[in-house]
Structures are given as C-alpha cells and as structure tokens.
C-alpha cells in the first residue's frame, strides 16, 4: 500500500483511515441530527408542488429554455446524456423506483445513473490502491482478485441497493399507519369534511408520528385540488406506492365516488380489515419464533446448559479419581 503513496509510512496512512472514518461518523450523526428538522423541508417541497401544478393548469406550455450556468447538476445530466447511460425501456422503471423511494426530483434519475457509473469506478481504483495484486502472477493472488471483482461488483449494484432499502423501509412504515389514517379518514368524512380536505387534515395530524404517510397524503390533497380528474389523483397515490393495501384504498375511493355510496362506512370497514391484517402478521411472526430459536438454542444455549449440569459430576468423578489413586500405595505398603 506504501508502494503507491511514497513519502509516507504505513502509520501515516493508517492515521488518515482513521482520519476518514472519524468524517464518515460526524456526518452521518449530523445527518441524523438534522432528520428531525425535515418538517419545514417537506412543506416546502409541497408548496413547491402545489405551484407545479397550478403553472401547468393556469398558464400555457412554454419551451424551458437551456440554463447556461453549470452547476453540479447541469454537469451530472451532460454526463449521462453525453454517454447515453439512460435507455428509453429504463426511464419508466428507474422513474418508478425513485418515486417510490421518495427521490421525487426531476434530476434523481440524472443523479441515479451518475451513481451506477461512478461507484464501480471507484470501487475499481480502491482496489487497485488497497489490493496487492501481482497480475503477471494471477494464481498467486486469486483472493485478492476474488475481492477486486466482488468489490466492482458490489459499486455496481449499491445505488440499486440504497434505493430498494429506501424504497422497502418507506412501504413498512406507510403499512403500520395504515389503520390509523383510516380511522382518521372516517372520522374526518363523518364531520362532513370534502376528500381533499380530510386527506390535507389527516397529514397534518400523523406529520410527526408517520411522516411518510403525510408525505403521500398531502400531496394527494393538493393533486385533488388542482387535477381535472380526480380518479387521475387518487391512481398516482397508487403508483407512488404499490402496495395491496393501498390499491385498495383507492379503488374504493374511486367507487365510493363514481356511485356516490357513504365514504365513512367504506373506511371503517377497510380499517377493520387491516387491523386484523396487522394482528394477523404479528401472530405469524409469533409462530416462527419456535423454528427460528432452534438452532441459537442449539448453538449457544444447550453447551451453557450442559456445562452447568455437568460441570459438578465431572469434577465430583475427577476428585474421586484423584483420591483412589493416591490412596492405593499406603494400601500396598500397609499389606
């Protein structure tokens, strides 16, 4: 590794390593810091929304002239377009996914394919600075080369990872509050408050408990009010966030509203069905405890057990060894 950094020893390096880390958990704690202070990020990015979807209704499409100026972003989205790195038959998918994962961006998609390329070029040169890889002798360092192509392997796929982890943890919080902001929902219907105004309600109430439920309804709320069609609002909620249960929700909003049946009685109901749904997965995580027990009880917890119940006769019968064996020649010279 020196090799490749001359002028300094390996303690030097290994104090910049250090270094580096010590970096790496100061922004990660300020990220975390700062996770409580998004409140006023999200409002703004609705209102930010709303005024979209009020200039795309209000005033006429104009051509969006080029920006001269080359910022960080300008810079990213030449990139990609220069190298061609988004197809046609992946923009819907990544878009999808993106969304999903709450990156609602217009250039998170510019940024995503930036991050496909440049993470295994990286992880391509820290293999070639950290690794000794002889390569005029292959078979002498095929742990080493096992290690450089896993690691290229995993730049590769780690923008994927973060989003489908991101994606994943957004869906099971959206899952637990889902009965609740049914419950909310049926309330607010029943004080005869408009679906709009309910779903703008509910948001406000669950913004510190279940962000990510405010997020969707409050954007919901506000393509309600501003899209011509009402089914087109409710059916974005659906393809921002495809889950069962939230299909659901909207096909029977969309039905409640094409045949004009109650709202609150659809709401309570469907509230019942996932509270049950939610019971149900707990008793289900319930019955796999035995089967997922086994084998920690087998490795960790049977050897403890036969240690403290064995442990005594074994040292009684060692004991009981020693004595007869020391006693046998005064015996001897006795008789």
């Known amino acids: 590794m020196t090799s490749f950094l001359p002028g300094l020893e390996a303690d030097d390096v290994y104090f910049l390593l250090a ?21 006023a990020v999200r409002v703004k990015a609705l209102e930010e929304r709303r005024a979209h979807l009020k200039a ?51 250039d998170a998609i510019f940024i995503f394919a930036f991050f496909q390329l440049v993470c295994p070029i990286v992880a391509f040169a820290l293999g070639l600075i950290f690794l000794d890889i002889d390569f005029s002798n292959l078979m002498a360092s095929k ?12 730049g590769l796929k780690l923008p994927s990872v973060i989003v489908t982890n991101a994606k994943q943890k957004r869906y099971y919080a959206i899952q637990k509050a889902l009965s609740d902001t049914l419950d909310l929902l049926m309330i607010c219907s029943e004080a005869g408050l408009s679906l709009a105004a309910a779903l703008d309600r509910v948001a406000r ?44 929700i909207v096909g029977v909003l969309i039905q409640t509203e094409k045949y004009g049946t109650p709202i609150a009685q659809a709401l ?17 995580k319930a019955a796999r405890l035995p089967a997922i027990m086994t084998l920690p009880m087998i490795v960790f917890i049977l050897p ?13 019968s060692i004991d009981n060894l020693r004595g007869t064996s020391m006693g046998s020649p005064s015996s001897a010279n006795v008789r």
């Open 19 to 39: 270094a580096l880390m010590a970096l790496a958990v100061l922004f990660f704690l300020t990220k975390s810091f700062l996770y409580h202070n998004k409140f």
């Open 56 to 106: 795309q209704i209000t005033a006429p499409r104009k051509r969006a002239k080029k920006n001269t100026q080359r910022t960080g972003i300008a810079l990213i989205r030449a990139v990609v377009n220069k190298m061609n790195l988004l197809q046609k038959s992946q923009v819907g998918r990544i878009n999808r996914l993106l969304i999903s994962a709450a990156y609602r961006s217009k």
């Open 143 to 154: 742990r080493n080369i096992f290690i450089f192509v896993g690691g290229i392997y995993m």
């Open 205 to 248: 109430e669950l913004a510190n408990t279940y962000p990510e439920m405010a997020d969707e309804l409050s954007i919901t709320s506000i393509e309600l009010g501003f899209l011509p069609d009402r089914k087109k609002a409710l059916g974005n909620l659906a393809e921002r966030v495809d889950m069962a249960e939230i299909r659901g």
């Open 268 to 284: 309570r109901v469907l509230a019942a069905e996932f509270r049950e749904q939610r019971m149900l997965r707990a008793e289900q």
């Open 304 to 316: 403890t057990l036969f240690i403290v119940v064995l442990s005594p006769a074994i040292i009684r």
